[in-house]
């Protein structure tokens, strides 16, 4: 029952601008490039940063109930170096060493090659569904179908920025069946501003097993802290004349 792909979604990092407007027409192959080369830029100028982050799973079914709690600090040295520490942990025993942890550990071990899981076409085919306004601000969306059924990739429908080309929200199933007492899992994945970046603000999936219980796992991302900052202590922001 471990969810370790809600975990690969991209960082998306912002730039500050106002009252975007999308292109009047634009092909899915102009977007899927701009976002590639954008997520890797904004990759290299993110720098170090840290977060206190939440998890809850709740799970409601046979043989009985279960719930636990895990507080995490979070901390990630560039896009392929993450480390945690748990800070508290609580409820059911085998829910926090059995998904919990292995959610952490999994994370760890996915940022080392991000070549498999990344958001690209050598991964996934992807298809302009068309686009939406939210918030003020103009997003494409866009359906993705994973060119291999591998675990930690997903099928689904992504919310894309269409001024800075950053993914804004996630809506999927995991491409390939977690276990054989899985039937269904739906991921909603959300992001939100903070300075000038988009980083994770909250994950939340429900899980179907066989035997008819739902698993229900929350992540709340919480506060981030940043190593580089400008002189005003806000995070820096990607250069707006990229």
């Known amino acids: ?38 997520n890797q830029n904004r990759a290299e100028r993110l720098g170090s940063y840290s977060s206190e982050r939440h998890y809850h799973l709740e799970y409601r079914g046979f043989p009985h109930a279960a719930e636990a709690s895990m507080d995490v600090e979070a901390t990630c040295d560039g896009p392929s170096s993450r480390s945690f520490h748990i800070v508290s942990q609580s ?44 918030n003020r601000r103009q997003l494409y969306v866009l359906k993705v179908e994973p060119k291999v059924a591998r675990k930690l990739l997903y099928r689904g429908t992504i919310w894309v920025d269409a001024q800075d080309f950053a993914v804004v929200r996630i809506e999927a199933e995991p491409a390939q069946r977690l276990s054989f007492w ?16 988009w980083l994770p603000e909250l994950d939340r999936s429900e899980t179907k097993v066989r035997l008819g219980g739902t698993a229900i796992l929350t992540i709340d991302y919480g506060t981030y802290t940043f190593a580089r900052a400008d002189n005003q202590g806000s995070p820096l922001a990607e250069n707006a004349s990229r």
Not at 24 to 32: G, N, P, Q
Not at 97 to 116: F, I, R, T
Request: hydrophobic share 40%; charged share 15%; net charge negative.
């Open 182 to 197: 899985v039937t269904n899992t739906e991921i909603h994945h959300v992001y939100s501003k903070t300075g000038g970046f």
């Open 91 to 134: 409820g059911s025993r085998l829910l926090v060493d059995h998904v919990l942890k292995k959610l952490l550990a999994g994370e760890e071990e996915g940022a080392h090659d991000q070549s498999e899981t990344a958001l690209t076409p050598a991964n996934y085919n992807f298809t302009l569904a068309g686009n939406v306004t939210e």
């Open 1 to 38: 029952m471990t969810l370790l792909f809600l975990l690969m979604a991209p960082v998306a990092v912002l730039s500050q601008t106002n009252s975007p407007r999308a292109p009047a027409s634009v092909t899915t192959a102009e977007i899927v490039r701009q976002l590639v080369e954008h």
